[in-house]
């Protein structure tokens, strides 16, 4: 019985129907049943008659009244028509195409490509079309051998493939001995388009198929790559509504009706049917129908564990294979167990000689301060230096008048108060005796209460009262910022004192209305940067006072060139306990500094001999490790 | 830097700032604009205090919670912190409200607690240092090492007062150590920093360092 | 305008002109040829040993704040902060910061926070923690040491603005056997660094960080034009050394006073 194959959805319908019964689309009443001519629908599809030109005639009328021609034009590849639309050719016009061709090579592109390439060689412009190529179509253009090679036949053919051809030459002589004397229409059926094309040779009394045939080969990529056109083809000059029509044939998802008419039909996974090698039938996607095809998921991950365990293996294996098996297995469990991670070799730390050194200082220190702590000692050099910093800074002080105002800042960390209030401790109670008023400062969170210690415990017998002799300004925050500000505008930067009350109110700040009118500034540090901060922010706002600085032993070589540099950046420097002394000398009244003289100079002896004996013999130490890394290295 | 910017408001507010302040030191003309940024700044500066120390507060108490060996140090650190915030808000009403001198209890715990411990650390300290110098060629033993441990003997010899009176040259070998090579070496480093400081400066003011918002 | 505030104007502006045409001419193809700091190898390394055993990193960034001269080193080790979050963003356990200045924590909680998100870490137990230890010198110091002697830290980072309190924290990384890598521009503390960390970064080699970590353009021309004004600077010095044996020092000086 003949059927009519839908050219929408590809499915047969009864002869006679002038509709799909299964997607409504009309048939074509003159084309051949399938089975006969199973390539017409796809060249139904792509005809001119689908594809106008001018976007009004519709396929299906064309078909109609050009029957005949239809089934020339089914020769005819879709391509052609597309090209002739480039070229601007009608689609009634196609007949000369369809009947220049005499063979299908004159209608397929690639055939087309080819001969391009071979005119293109001769003529010296090529076509346009062949700079669009993909690279794999355009890469044998200069191996035009080769190519052709293939279209005369098995003698072109690669070396890898001869035997087989030799034993499918020998193959169909011996099948057709062997085989069923009447094979089903319907399993022809299955058989893409192009293998049905491949038929016709065959029936012409050819007795082998040349899988790599160019014609066949062209049809094949033909079919393989007419879902994804090459660039060249986009280009194709087509009406809007043309393009629109071929989206709208094509749906994202769905399969071309060519496609849908090679596919086998085979619509469930029996596999009944299957031959013994053939296990598995595709159920979905354009491959469904077709047997021993792999499958997309690997089938190892539906094997559980506990199958595995089930399963009996009788492995003869030698006692070195299984050493070997539970080495495997070891290192495996291994990997999923997680490693604390190991424990950092620890150097040695030497606790007894860290808590000798501590003991050794504790005691001498203690002794010399019970024994004679307060035992008078010269500073270093005898004399005050003069140009060390400590006549100036007395002069400047000494030149201080009762109604002058004095800043002292208090920027010291509490860990370093031993150090620094007895060095300080000197030279404010010379410029406490001057009966000057007193506004410390603090740029640090404890500076104020260090202020306040400093001034209640070293200084009591001056017997000053906050708001009335001296005013606590408290803490600036903002470090440069914050001095900076300061000196621009003390007032409003620091409008309270410490206990709250209106700072510049009291008699120490009454005649101060902005920073030079401060008669001096004492700055108290153990830190260079914050010397060099208050020395670089305040120096265009000191016109009228001066500076002066107290620094600790450590901050001292990075300070004193401010002192030494010319112009002066600071009037007067002292530093270190050393320095406090000496100052003390030039005041003629002994203080904290004279005092602590003595333990500070037990304290560096007994440090000396510390790291001079520890240090030598920690190096005599590592020498030995040395030569026993050295002898370990060298021997056995 | 693959860092996104967050938020590129924060990014032109801050370059601005900068660029007005660094101008300020300048140009005469912008000194009242910078003085507002300043101010500004400085109250931003203790605010910032207040939230670290609400940050302090968080950490050691979520170090607390944990129940480790170190719990117990964060206990003690909480307990004291809120204390000292309780004696502190005490003493400012105290001063503020009647006029008592500057806050007497804070003070006490700052003299009596705060600078014995500090001081006491710094004590520590000495002894740390002291150890790592004679823990040093443990650690290297080579002709630099040999350099270092020598330069260190002599300045703290040189920095004695009882010996060098009757040894004027120990005390001068310390002066020319510390004032020349030492201060030579250390104003080329002050130097290299201050370039490095300004390049990271720039770095801040044109946007390329972003240390606010990410 | 005097003459000093002029001066810094132009220095300003070329060191800026400066860095934009070495970040412009930049060839993005090679690798910037940057002399070998031993210490930021060290610090990839310890980065990939972190990896490797599942241990944390320990990045302290001193006690310098935001608005002072120490804001250069607090930069520099937000900076190596974030460089390391990024390089460490598949540690087990993320970085660990602490810091001794309060505005630092806030901007280091921000870095961590940008950081995190740019880089895609989810969820805060993934994400580093910026702490703020204490807020003097020694408290912070001592708050710093539990932190380096938990056992899951590996390495320490310095960076930042220390004292002489940083002794503490060099040597205690010492005593746990893990590496402490320590930079700060403070120089007192510079030098017991150079005693008892394992690997220094040496004065401005602090400020680095982004062109030898994160191999960003923009810092490796601030190096290239640190390198071009530290060779003027040497010039100039020398310069001033004849002009001063040449009896031209008062001219100098009236120069700089701007009274010229």
Redesign the interface.
Same mark, same amino acid.
């Given at each position: 019985m003949a059927e009519i194959q839908c050219p929408n959805c590809g499915r047969t319908n009864p002869e006679g129907r002038e509709e799909c019964e299964y997607c409504g689309s009309p048939l074509p009443q003159d084309v051949p049943s399938t089975g006969q001519d199973i390539s017409a629908p796809r060249d139904q599809f792509a005809s001119p008659s689908d594809v106008p030109s001018d976007g009004k005639e519709t396929g299906q009328g064309k078909a109609q009244e050009e029957p005949p021609e239809f089934e020339d034009e089914g020769e005819l590849g879709w391509l052609d028509v597309l090209h002739a639309a480039e070229e601007g050719e009608e689609p009634s016009e196609m007949q000369p195409a369809a009947e220049k061709k005499e063979g299908k090579e004159d209608t397929d592109w690639l055939q087309r490509i080819r001969d391009l390439d071979v005119e293109g060689e001769k003529s010296e412009e090529p076509p346009e079309e062949e700079e669009a190529f993909p690279d794999w179509i355009s890469e044998p253009k200069g191996e035009k051998e080769p190519q052709k090679a293939p279209s005369e036949g098995k003698q072109g053919l690669p070396d890898w493939l001869q035997p087989e051809e030799e034993e499918k030459e020998a193959a169909p002589e011996e099948e057709e001995a062997a085989a069923p004397p009447s094979p089903e229409p319907a399993q022809e059926e299955e058989f893409p388009s192009w293998l049905a094309e491949g038929e016709e040779p065959l029936s012409e009394g050819e007795k082998t198929i040349q899988p790599f045939d160019l014609d066949e080969e062209d049809e094949f990529l033909d079919d393989l790559f007419d879902e994804e056109l090459p660039s060249w083809l986009t280009s194709v000059d087509m009406d809007e509504e043309t393009e629109t029509d071929l989206e709208s044939d094509i749906s994202p998802g769905e399969l071309p009706g060519w496609v849908e008419a090679m596919r086998p039909v085979v619509e469930s996974s029996d596999t009944s049917g299957l031959a013994e090698d053939e296990e598995y039938i595709e159920n979905y996607g354009p491959l469904a129908g077709i047997p021993s095809v792999l499958p997309a998921e690997a089938e190892i991950d539906q094997i559980r564990a506990e199958d595995v365990k089930d399963l009996t293996f009788d492995l003869k294996v030698t006692k070195t294979q299984r050493e070997y098996t539970s080495l495997l297995e070891n290192v495996i469990s291994q990997e999923r167990k997680?490693?604390p991670?190991?424990?950092?070799?620890?150097?040695p730390?030497q606790r007894i000689l860290r808590w000798f050194i501590a003991l050794i200082l504790l005691l001498s220190v203690g002794a010399s301060i019970v024994a004679g702590g307060w035992g008078d000692i010269q500073p270093t050099g005898g004399d005050p230096d003069p140009d060390g910093g400590y006549t100036a800074l007395y002069e400047m002080i000494d030149g201080l008048e009762e109604e002058d105002t004095a800043l002292i800042v208090f920027d010291y =960390?509490?860990?370093l108060a031993g150090e620094l209030n007895a060095t300080a401790s000197g030279v404010v109670d010379h410029l406490l005796s001057q009966k000057s008023y007193v506004a410390l400062v603090s740029t640090q969170?404890?500076g104020p209460s260090l202020a306040e210690y400093f001034i209640s415990r070293t200084q009591a017998e001056h017997e000053y009262q906050h708001g009335k002799d001296y005013i606590n300004l408290g803490y600036i925050p903002?470090?440069?910022?914050?001095v900076l500000s300061f000196s621009i505008a003390p007032r409003e930067i620091v409008p309270i004192a410490f206990n709250g009350a209106n700072a510049w109110g009291s008699p120490p700040l009454k005649e101060v209305e902005s920073f030079s009118d401060f008669a001096l500034v004492l700055i108290i540090t153990d830190?260079?940067?914050t010397a060099?901060?208050w020395i670089e922010q305040i120096k265009p706002y000191i016109s009228k006072s001066k500076v002066g600085m107290v620094v600790s032993a =450590?901050?001292e070589p990075?300070v004193r060139p401010y002192y030494e540099t010319?112009?002066q950046q600071i009037s007067g420097l002292v530093a270190g306990l050393p320095g406090g002394r000496i100052y003390e000398g030039l005041a003629e009244k002994p203080n904290l500094s004279s005092g602590f003289l003595f333990p500070l100079n037990v304290g560096i002896i007994v440090t000396v001999l510390t790291v001079f004996i520890g240090g030598l013999a920690n190096g005599i130490l590592n020498l030995i490790k040395q030569q026993q890394n050295k002898e370990k290295r060298g021997g056995p | 830097?693959?860092?996104?910017i967050?938020a590129p408001v924060a990014t032109a507010v801050a370059i601005g700032v900068g660029i007005i302040v660094?101008a300020g030191?300048?140009?005469?003309v912008l000194t009242t604009l910078r003085f507002i940024f300043l101010r500004a700044?400085l109250v931003l500066?203790a605010v910032?205090?207040?939230?670290?120390?609400l940050?302090?507060f968080a950490?050691h108490f979520r170090k607390m919670a944990r129940n480790d060996e170190?719990s117990g140090?964060s206990l003690i650190l909480v307990v004291a912190l809120i204390a000292t915030l309780l004696v502190g808000f005490y003493d400012m009403f105290q001063s503020y409200m009647f006029g008592k001198p500057n806050f007497q209890t804070i003070s006490w715990l700052f003299n009596y607690i705060q600078l014995p411990?500090?001081t006491s650390?710094?004590a520590v300290?000495a002894v740390?240092?002291t150890?790592?110098?004679t823990h040093?060629l443990r650690r290297n033993l080579n002709s630099y090492a040999g350099v270092?441990f020598f330069i260190v003997l002599m300045v703290l010899i040189g920095t004695l007062s009882i010996f060098t009176s009757e040894v004027p040259f120990l005390n001068q070998i310390r002066q020319w150590i510390v004032h020349v090579p030492a201060l030579a070496g250390?104003r080329?480093?002050?130097?290299?920093?201050a370039?490095?400081?300004?390049?990271?400066?720039?770095?801040?003011l044109?946007g390329?360092?972003r240390?606010?918002?990410? | 305008?005097t003459v000093t505030?002029?001066t810094?104007?132009v220095?300003?502006f070329l060191?800026?002109g400066s860095?934009v045409f070495f970040t412009l001419t930049k060839d993005t193809e090679k690798k910037p040829r940057l002399r070998h700091i031993p210490a930021f190898q060290k610090i990839k390394e310890v980065i990939g040993l972190t990896v490797e055993?599942?241990?944390q990193l320990h990045v302290s960034l001193g006690r310098g704040?935001?608005?002072?001269?120490?804001?250069?080193s607090a930069?520099?080790g937000?900076?190596m902060l974030?460089e390391i979050i990024k390089s460490s963003s598949v540690c087990d356990y993320p970085p660990v910061a602490s810091t001794g200045?309060?505005?630092i924590?806030?901007?280091a909680?921000?870095?961590i926070?940008?950081?995190s998100?740019?880089?895609s870490i989810e969820g805060h137990e993934r994400r580093s923690?910026g702490?703020?230890?204490?807020?003097?010198?020694?408290s912070y110091?001592?708050g710093t040491l539990?932190t380096i002697r938990e056992?899951?830290v590996?390495a320490n980072i310095l960076a930042g603005w220390y004292?002489?309190?940083v002794?503490?924290l060099?040597?205690a990384g010492?005593?746990?056997?893990?590496p402490t890598i320590a930079g700060t521009?403070?120089?007192?503390a510079?030098a017991?660094m150079y005693?008892?960390a394992t690997e220094p970064l040496?004065?401005?080699e602090?400020?680095?960080v982004?062109a030898y970590l994160?191999e960003?353009p923009?810092?490796i021309a601030?190096?290239n034009?640190?390198d071009v004004?530290?060779w003027l600077?040497v010039v100039m010095i020398i310069a001033g050394i004849i002009l001063k044996y040449l009896g031209l020092n008062e001219f100098l000086?009236a120069l700089l006073?701007g009274s010229l």
């Amino acid at each position: 019985m003949a059927e009519i194959q839908c050219p929408n959805c590809g499915r047969t319908n009864p002869e006679g129907r002038e509709e799909c019964e299964y997607c409504g689309s009309p048939l074509p009443q003159d084309v051949p049943s399938t089975g006969q001519d199973i390539s017409a629908p796809r060249d139904q599809f792509a005809s001119p008659s689908d594809v106008p030109s001018d976007g009004k005639e519709t396929g299906q009328g064309k078909a109609q009244e050009e029957p005949p021609e239809f089934e020339d034009e089914g020769e005819l590849g879709w391509l052609d028509v597309l090209h002739a639309a480039e070229e601007g050719e009608e689609p009634s016009e196609m007949q000369p195409a369809a009947e220049k061709k005499e063979g299908k090579e004159d209608t397929d592109w690639l055939q087309r490509i080819r001969d391009l390439d071979v005119e293109g060689e001769k003529s010296e412009e090529p076509p346009e079309e062949e700079e669009a190529f993909p690279d794999w179509i355009s890469e044998p253009k200069g191996e035009k051998e080769p190519q052709k090679a293939p279209s005369e036949g098995k003698q072109g053919l690669p070396d890898w493939l001869q035997p087989e051809e030799e034993e499918k030459e020998a193959a169909p002589e011996e099948e057709e001995a062997a085989a069923p004397p009447s094979p089903e229409p319907a399993q022809e059926e299955e058989f893409p388009s192009w293998l049905a094309e491949g038929e016709e040779p065959l029936s012409e009394g050819e007795k082998t198929i040349q899988p790599f045939d160019l014609d066949e080969e062209d049809e094949f990529l033909d079919d393989l790559f007419d879902e994804e056109l090459p660039s060249w083809l986009t280009s194709v000059d087509m009406d809007e509504e043309t393009e629109t029509d071929l989206e709208s044939d094509i749906s994202p998802g769905e399969l071309p009706g060519w496609v849908e008419a090679m596919r086998p039909v085979v619509e469930s996974s029996d596999t009944s049917g299957l031959a013994e090698d053939e296990e598995y039938i595709e159920n979905y996607g354009p491959l469904a129908g077709i047997p021993s095809v792999l499958p997309a998921e690997a089938e190892i991950d539906q094997i559980r564990a506990e199958d595995v365990k089930d399963l009996t293996f009788d492995l003869k294996v030698t006692k070195t294979q299984r050493e070997y098996t539970s080495l495997l297995e070891n290192v495996i469990s291994q990997e999923r167990k997680v490693k604390p991670s190991p424990k950092p070799t620890k150097i040695p730390t030497q606790r007894i000689l860290r808590w000798f050194i501590a003991l050794i200082l504790l005691l001498s220190v203690g002794a010399s301060i019970v024994a004679g702590g307060w035992g008078d000692i010269q500073p270093t050099g005898g004399d005050p230096d003069p140009d060390g910093g400590y006549t100036a800074l007395y002069e400047m002080i000494d030149g201080l008048e009762e109604e002058d105002t004095a800043l002292i800042v208090f920027d010291y =960390q509490p860990a370093l108060a031993g150090e620094l209030n007895a060095t300080a401790s000197g030279v404010v109670d010379h410029l406490l005796s001057q009966k000057s008023y007193v506004a410390l400062v603090s740029t640090q969170p404890t500076g104020p209460s260090l202020a306040e210690y400093f001034i209640s415990r070293t200084q009591a017998e001056h017997e000053y009262q906050h708001g009335k002799d001296y005013i606590n300004l408290g803490y600036i925050p903002g470090q440069t910022a914050g001095v900076l500000s300061f000196s621009i505008a003390p007032r409003e930067i620091v409008p309270i004192a410490f206990n709250g009350a209106n700072a510049w109110g009291s008699p120490p700040l009454k005649e101060v209305e902005s920073f030079s009118d401060f008669a001096l500034v004492l700055i108290i540090t153990d830190d260079p940067t914050t010397a060099r901060i208050w020395i670089e922010q305040i120096k265009p706002y000191i016109s009228k006072s001066k500076v002066g600085m107290v620094v600790s032993a =450590q901050a001292e070589p990075l300070v004193r060139p401010y002192y030494e540099t010319s112009p002066q950046q600071i009037s007067g420097l002292v530093a270190g306990l050393p320095g406090g002394r000496i100052y003390e000398g030039l005041a003629e009244k002994p203080n904290l500094s004279s005092g602590f003289l003595f333990p500070l100079n037990v304290g560096i002896i007994v440090t000396v001999l510390t790291v001079f004996i520890g240090g030598l013999a920690n190096g005599i130490l590592n020498l030995i490790k040395q030569q026993q890394n050295k002898e370990k290295r060298g021997g056995p | 830097m693959n860092i996104k910017i967050k938020a590129p408001v924060a990014t032109a507010v801050a370059i601005g700032v900068g660029i007005i302040v660094l101008a300020g030191y300048f140009i005469p003309v912008l000194t009242t604009l910078r003085f507002i940024f300043l101010r500004a700044g400085l109250v931003l500066a203790a605010v910032a205090l207040i939230v670290g120390i609400l940050n302090l507060f968080a950490v050691h108490f979520r170090k607390m919670a944990r129940n480790d060996e170190n719990s117990g140090y964060s206990l003690i650190l909480v307990v004291a912190l809120i204390a000292t915030l309780l004696v502190g808000f005490y003493d400012m009403f105290q001063s503020y409200m009647f006029g008592k001198p500057n806050f007497q209890t804070i003070s006490w715990l700052f003299n009596y607690i705060q600078l014995p411990i500090e001081t006491s650390l710094m004590a520590v300290m000495a002894v740390s240092l002291t150890y790592a110098a004679t823990h040093y060629l443990r650690r290297n033993l080579n002709s630099y090492a040999g350099v270092f441990f020598f330069i260190v003997l002599m300045v703290l010899i040189g920095t004695l007062s009882i010996f060098t009176s009757e040894v004027p040259f120990l005390n001068q070998i310390r002066q020319w150590i510390v004032h020349v090579p030492a201060l030579a070496g250390a104003r080329g480093l002050l130097l290299g920093i201050a370039l490095g400081t300004i390049a990271t400066g720039l770095r801040v003011l044109i946007g390329t360092d972003r240390p606010y918002g990410g | 305008m005097t003459v000093t505030g002029f001066t810094g104007i132009v220095i300003i502006f070329l060191f800026l002109g400066s860095m934009v045409f070495f970040t412009l001419t930049k060839d993005t193809e090679k690798k910037p040829r940057l002399r070998h700091i031993p210490a930021f190898q060290k610090i990839k390394e310890v980065i990939g040993l972190t990896v490797e055993e599942g241990s944390q990193l320990h990045v302290s960034l001193g006690r310098g704040g935001f608005t002072s001269l120490q804001s250069a080193s607090a930069l520099a080790g937000l900076s190596m902060l974030q460089e390391i979050i990024k390089s460490s963003s598949v540690c087990d356990y993320p970085p660990v910061a602490s810091t001794g200045n309060a505005t630092i924590s806030i901007l280091a909680q921000d870095i961590i926070q940008g950081t995190s998100e740019a880089i895609s870490i989810e969820g805060h137990e993934r994400r580093s923690v910026g702490e703020l230890v204490g807020l003097t010198p020694f408290s912070y110091a001592v708050g710093t040491l539990t932190t380096i002697r938990e056992d899951r830290v590996s390495a320490n980072i310095l960076a930042g603005w220390y004292g002489s309190e940083v002794t503490w924290l060099t040597t205690a990384g010492e005593r746990q056997g893990s590496p402490t890598i320590a930079g700060t521009t403070q120089l007192p503390a510079q030098a017991i660094m150079y005693a008892t960390a394992t690997e220094p970064l040496i004065g401005e080699e602090l400020y680095a960080v982004g062109a030898y970590l994160g191999e960003d353009p923009m810092h490796i021309a601030s190096v290239n034009t640190q390198d071009v004004f530290r060779w003027l600077l040497v010039v100039m010095i020398i310069a001033g050394i004849i002009l001063k044996y040449l009896g031209l020092n008062e001219f100098l000086q009236a120069l700089l006073m701007g009274s010229l």
